[in-house]
């Protein structure tokens, strides 16, 4: 993205960096695919006249918006023809944004999932007004929409998505506990313990892609989760270790087979209680493990 740090452009576009990557990962949910959207969005940025850019972050926003809306029109139809369940690529974040109970709500699975089920359009206004606060009239601009039509756009993706997101948002604290609880239960093998901190209505997703061992189906209900671990991961012939970690803001564990990364399990909590269980062995989705992706909405 060019040499001169000095440079105005470089410098304006590399103070937006983490709010576009935020925003392009929350229309596609793929970390790869967004990474893409931004060295589009960056070619397009260097090309635009700076003189006559007014508002910097509200054209590199528009940009990005309208990349990311061609490339999810694209992967929709691929995760179509998906093996099993589509799961987003996993994000290690920092502690930062476990703390914002807005960030991590935005970005976590459950939510991600939600938004999976709406349109393309519906999704990037969505995003944009409710993650991003952005206001009918920029949010017309990046998708071609009058801001009229933005309103009702948003106005349907909003009953949508409350009539299917998560009751209430929880505490980092609160989530944190309970993933110590299930973090037990898990390592000493205590299947009592793991039905006290599973939700009786409990769904495990798992994402192989095709290319690792998985449900092809959600797993539903808290003696069926249990029966898996017991007859899943207990029964394989490798050894197992689990390690606390935060994922997109949320409680999760990393999960190695003999050392190696097999894959994360990412957990979504009411009430104190694990109400969904994801689990990304993807390899292609574990690229973003190794090291914290800055996540904001400002």
């Not at 793991?194 to 797993?219: C, F, N, W, Y």
Request: proline letters at 4%.
């Amino acid at each position: 993205m060019g040499d001169d740090a000095t440079d105005p452009a470089t410098e304006a576009f590399l103070a937006h960096r983490n709010l576009l990557f935020t925003v392009a990962y929350e229309v596609l949910g793929s970390a790869a695919d967004s990474e893409d959207v931004l060295q589009e969005t960056w070619l397009q940025w260097i090309k635009a006249d700076q003189g006559q850019v007014r508002d910097q972050r509200a054209f590199l926003v528009r940009i990005t918006t309208r990349q990311a809306l061609n490339r999810l029109r694209t992967i929709k139809r691929q995760r179509e023809a998906y093996v099993g369940s589509w799961l987003p690529e996993p994000l290690l974040t920092t502690p930062d944004v476990a703390q914002d109970t807005e960030l991590a709500e935005s970005v976590s699975m459950a939510l991600m999932l939600v938004l999976e089920t709406l349109s393309p359009t519906e999704r990037a206004v969505f995003v944009l007004r409710e993650a991003f606060d952005i206001s009918y009239d920029e949010i017309a601009e990046a998708v071609d929409k009058s801001p009229a039509a933005v309103r009702q756009i948003a106005h349907r993706a909003r009953q949508h998505v409350e009539a299917r997101r998560p009751r209430r948002v929880v505490s980092s604290n609160e989530s944190q506990a309970v993933l110590e609880s299930f973090h037990r239960a898990v390592e000493t093998g205590d299947s009592h313990a793991l039905l006290e901190v599973l939700a009786p209505e409990v769904v495990l997703m798992s994402d192989g892609g095709g290319i690792k061992h998985a449900a092809l189906r959600p797993v539903t209900g808290a003696d069926r989760v249990a029966r898996m671990f017991a007859g899943g991961i207990g029964k394989v012939e490798a050894t197992i270790t689990t390690e606390p970690t935060a994922i997109n803001g949320n409680p999760a564990l990393l999960v190695r087979m003999d050392g190696e990364l097999d894959g994360v399990m990412a957990l979504s909590v009411q009430d104190a209680r694990i109400t969904g269980l994801y689990y990304v062995r993807n390899p292609e989705k574990l690229s973003h493990l190794t090291s914290a992706t800055p996540l904001t909405l400002r």
